[in-house]
């Protein structure tokens, strides 16, 4: 999507992170983000304080998504 239509996403959402406009696919390629006829996979990834990535969630199902990531940042603070 272009950064208009990502930026509205973002707004209706409430999110407070930028969503970054890939449309040349190189962060996707970058980070391993399987590619389906020129569109990357639904991928995200945790990343530690540390700016490693410590976790990525293959396959995201938005509804459970939120949840699942809030535990693994919670269990990986402890």
């Not at 707004?11 to 407070?16: A, E, P």
């Amino acid at each position: 999507d272009d950064q208009s239509c990502l930026a509205s996403f973002a707004q209706k959402s409430s999110l407070s992170f930028p969503i970054i406009v890939d449309k040349d696919t190189r962060w996707a390629q970058g980070f391993g983000v399987p590619l389906k006829m020129g569109k990357a996979s639904r991928v995200s990834f945790l990343l530690a304080p540390d700016g490693k990535v410590s976790k990525v969630y293959p396959n995201v199902d938005p509804g459970t998504h939120a949840a699942l990531v809030l535990e693994d940042v919670s269990s990986q603070s402890h």
